[in-house]
Nanobody
């Protein structure tokens, strides 16, 4: 079992910045997992925002490339998502995710709201 604890959501004006954090704990799966962020806006499918492997390889959704940066602290088994130049269309519930060969865990989600 992997527990994911998210923090850092909130309300920000367009053009502003926010940082999300997600701490993974539990069994060894948490250490070996690819950790990432997904988001889901009302009426839309959940989509990848960014993900990072333990080795530091990253993957970003097209809509956030150049604006968001994901990083990982392996000592703390925590990932961070720096979100800059936020747009109203970035408004969504952001979910932390940990997945591996045969496991897939989700956090409870944190709301990010960008006002115009």
């Amino acid at each position: 079992q992997v527990q994911l604890v998210e923090s850092g959501g909130g309300l920000v004006q367009a053009g502003g910045s926010l940082r999300l954090s997600c701490a993974a704990s539990g069994n060894s799966f948490s250490i070996r997992s690819i950790l990432g962020w997904y988001r889901q806006a009302p009426g839309k499918q959940r989509e990848l925002v960014a993900a990072v492997s333990r080795g530091g390889s990253t993957n970003y959704g097209d809509s956030v490339k150049g604006r968001f940066t994901i990083s990982r602290d392996n000592a703390k088994n925590t990932i961070y998502l720096e979100m800059n130049s936020l747009k109203p269309e970035d408004t969504a519930v952001y979910y932390c995710n940990a997945y591996g060969a045969d496991w897939n865990y989700w956090g409870q989600g944190t709301q990010v709201t960008v006002s115009s």
